[in-house]
């Protein structure tokens, strides 16, 4: 998408060929579902979600909406656009936080990846918990947030970049989310009623003992072929009760 480049009369008509009320183009493939689940859960009107491949090739589309050159929609990430002079227009989205991900990581969405990933019941989860263990991580990147923001300012390479280069950042801090998710739902599952802890933890059928195995019959005659097979031969009832017993 981001070598094919069109007009403005072609994008003010563009959203006919689709069928909808209006366009919106975003940065990626990954904000598509993002722009367009809140989109059809706020708005009364119908939209395309296109992406642009990236944020720089919305520029062009920034610069025609305020031109009031072209109608359509351009959603994106906030960034640290707070923090310098940005296009205002009722036609740009942004973000309210950083990126889409600030607004999908909360403690509400940790109770649900609990409930899904450790199949606990989700008013057994510590809401407490939850928004404890996410104030403990945004508290422990803040000094990072604060060299990130000063060398956006400066127009230096971003921190954040630099832990994924060369330390790996990204990828710690993912496995780091994980096995908290993962703790934290074993925690909570530890703590399921004893009666379904019960129920599970009932012996499985092959080690309950067969009656063959109550009554004392430890072997199965020989058939003719030399197959083994179950005995039917039943016991009188005097010989029942002394192979029982008292």
């Known amino acids: ?44 009107f119908s939209v395309k ?52 991900e600030n607004s999908l990581i909360s403690d509400d969405s940790i109770k649900e990846i609990i409930n899904n990933s450790g199949r606990v019941p989700i008013d057994e989860v510590s809401s407490q918990k939850c928004k404890d263990w996410l104030g403990e991580l945004s508290r422990s990147v803040d000094s ?8 956006q300012r400066k127009s230096l390479e971003p921190v954040f970049e630099v832990f994924w280069r060369f ?13 908290a998710t993962t703790a934290m ?17 009932r012996p499985s059928q092959p080690k309950v003992r067969s009656i063959t195995q109550r009554f004392g019959i430890t072997s ?11 005995s039917s031969r039943s016991l009188a009832p005097a010989a029942l009760f002394a192979a029982i017993g008292p």
């Open 167 to 179: 330390h790996g950042f990204a990828n710690r801090l993912a496995r780091s989310w994980m096995m």
């Open 1 to 44: 998408m981001a070598d094919l480049s069109y007009s403005t009369d072609a994008i003010n008509v563009i959203n006919r060929f689709h069928g909808v009320d209006v366009m919106l183009y975003v940065e990626g493939d990954e904000d598509i579902i993002f722009w367009k689940f809140l989109v059809e859960k706020f708005a009364d």
């Open 144 to 151: 990072l947030l604060i060299y990130d923001i000063y060398n």
């Open 185 to 201: 739902a074993l925690e909570c599952s530890i703590s399921r009623s004893k009666s379904l802890a019960r129920r599970r933890l």
């Open 49 to 100: 979600v296109q992406e642009v491949g990236g944020k720089e090739n919305l520029k062009q589309y920034i610069d025609d909406i305020c031109k009031g050159e072209i109608s359509c929609l351009v959603a994106m990430d906030s960034d640290y656009s707070i923090f310098g002079k940005t296009k205002q227009n009722e036609n740009i989205l942004r973000t309210r936080g950083y990126s889409i």
């Open 220 to 230: 199965n005659p020989s058939a003719c072929g030399g197959l083994l097979t179950i």
